[in-house]
């Protein structure tokens, strides 16, 4: 049987190690593309990092050559694959889907529309020219980034002045923002008709509750799930990480 060609878009370490296993050499034949985000001087291609340029080359280089095209990286590399997937015409999730599910706000805009007694109230709120205003839905309230890795500067604030001493970037700290979020405006201005960027946080009413991660996906309309993991975020963890 031919191996089937799969591009895998933003490895990290254990991928490579997972995939060259000997159960998957007769099957499959793996490409890499991608640089690390969290290792210098991987992490440096932000700087000039142009994702639709970069689904462009991609498409170029491997049309006619791949079966599918995977990524397991949340940041970025799930949006791009979906992207490419879609410009070669092979499987994948719709990128506008992707970039709905990543978007914070309009994800819980979705949400609000589904199941509206299971989610909080919610508003965004933009910061390109600081945030001038505070929530309409008052204090104490939680914020966090619309998009983000992991904890960054998800917080339970408890006035304007913790809010804005919150979103006080330094200059390097601002441009590392705009850096890490740029790939994701480039294409959700590509996919979508969505007008706040993500350059904006979103404040949520505070909930009570039991906290877990609910790992799955839904194939066919079937909902498959496959663990639910506690997560506890102790008092003071909440903005355990700045740039």
Known sequence: MESRRILMLFPKDWDRVELDHPRYRAGYRFYYEGFDLFRFPDNARLLSFDARRYVDRLARKYRGRIDGVISNNEHFGALIAAALAQRLGLPG????????????????????????????????????????????????CFVKPVKATYSVLARHVESFAQLRALMDFSPLEGLILRKLVQPFDDLMRLYTPFTIGARAMIAEEILDGVQVNIDGYVHNGVINVLGVVDEVMYPGTQAFMRF
């Not at 589904?114 to 204090?139: N, S």
């Open 93 to 140: 999730a719709d990128p506008a889907v992707i970039i709905a599910a990543q978007h914070k706000y309009y994800a819980r805009c979705l949400q609000s529309r589904i199941v509206p007694g299971a989610t909080p109230r919610f508003e965004a709120l933009p910061y390109d020219d600081g945030i001038t205003a505070p929530p309409q839905l008052g204090f104490p």
